[in-house]
């Protein structure tokens, strides 16, 4: 009977633990990102666009990839974080010179790592950035509820750009 109930229990404990091992095996594949933005302009403030709601869906989307994800500072310019970068534009639709309550959106994600590599025929060392994806695209879209939609396109790029980089790293 003892050997039949410490059989159950590694099962069971094999059963739950599976998806916090696959979550682990995910996070193992990808080392750290680290995702930013620009600061915001007048533009982006009629346009009712953020760079922080942005990164906030990034971190999200890279998260539910099962990618780690930490603040950007100084400090995550090591070798050791692959950056995501998130650069949107925004310009306010005029009409007959009267606002449209439309902007044009101009939306960029880069996924890049910094490194240090070696010149062939100098023998010097550089710094250099390996860039792994870069989506992008333009849309035309009412202020009001062009938050939502930009961070959906984010969203799309990002789980592209996550698919590109597990391709390039087998």
Same mark, same amino acid.
């Given at each position: 009977?003892?050997?039949?109930?410490?059989?159950? !229990? &590694?099962?069971?404990?094999?059963?739950?633990?599976?998806?916090? !091992?696959? +979550?682990?095996?995910?996070?193992?594949?990808? $080392?750290? %990102?680290?995702?930013? /933005?620009?600061? *915001?302009?007048?533009?982006?403030?009629?346009?009712?666009?953020? %760079?922080?709601?942005? =990164?906030?869906?990034?971190?999200?989307?890279?998260?539910?990839?099962? #990618?780690?994800?930490?603040? %950007?500072?100084?400090?995550?310019?090591?070798? *050791? =974080?692959?950056?995501?970068?998130?650069? #949107?534009?925004? !310009? $306010?639709?005029? +009409?007959?010179?009267?606002?449209?309550?439309?902007?044009?959106?101009? #939306?960029?994600?880069?996924?890049? *790592?910094?490194?240090?590599?070696?010149?062939?025929?100098?023998?010097?060392? %550089?710094? /250099?950035?390996?860039?792994?994806?870069?989506?992008?695209?333009?849309?035309?879209?009412?202020?009001?509820? &062009?938050?939502?939609? =930009?961070?959906?396109?984010? +969203?799309?790029?990002?789980?592209?750009?996550?698919?590109?980089?597990?391709?390039?790293?087998?």
């Amino acid at each position: 009977m003892a050997r039949f109930s410490t059989v159950v !229990l &590694a099962l069971a404990l094999t059963s739950a633990s599976t998806p916090a !091992l696959a +979550q682990t095996a995910a996070s193992a594949a990808f $080392p750290v %990102h680290s995702a930013y /933005g620009e600061t *915001d302009d007048d533009n982006m403030a009629a346009c009712k666009v953020t %760079h922080a709601s942005s =990164v906030a869906a990034t971190e999200r989307t890279l998260r539910s990839n099962g #990618i780690r994800t930490v603040t %950007h500072t100084e400090n995550t310019l090591s070798r *050791d =974080v692959v950056l995501a970068y998130i650069n #949107i534009n925004a !310009l $306010p639709v005029r +009409q007959g010179g009267k606002e449209t309550g439309a902007c044009a959106y101009s #939306i960029n994600y880069e996924l890049y *790592d910094n490194t240090n590599f070696t010149n062939p025929v100098t023998k010097g060392s %550089h710094f /250099g950035k390996v860039m792994y994806c870069n989506q992008g695209g333009l849309l035309v879209w009412s202020a009001a509820t &062009a938050q939502a939609q =930009v961070n959906k396109d984010l +969203q799309n790029y990002v789980s592209a750009c996550v698919k590109e980089y597990t391709a390039s790293k087998n």
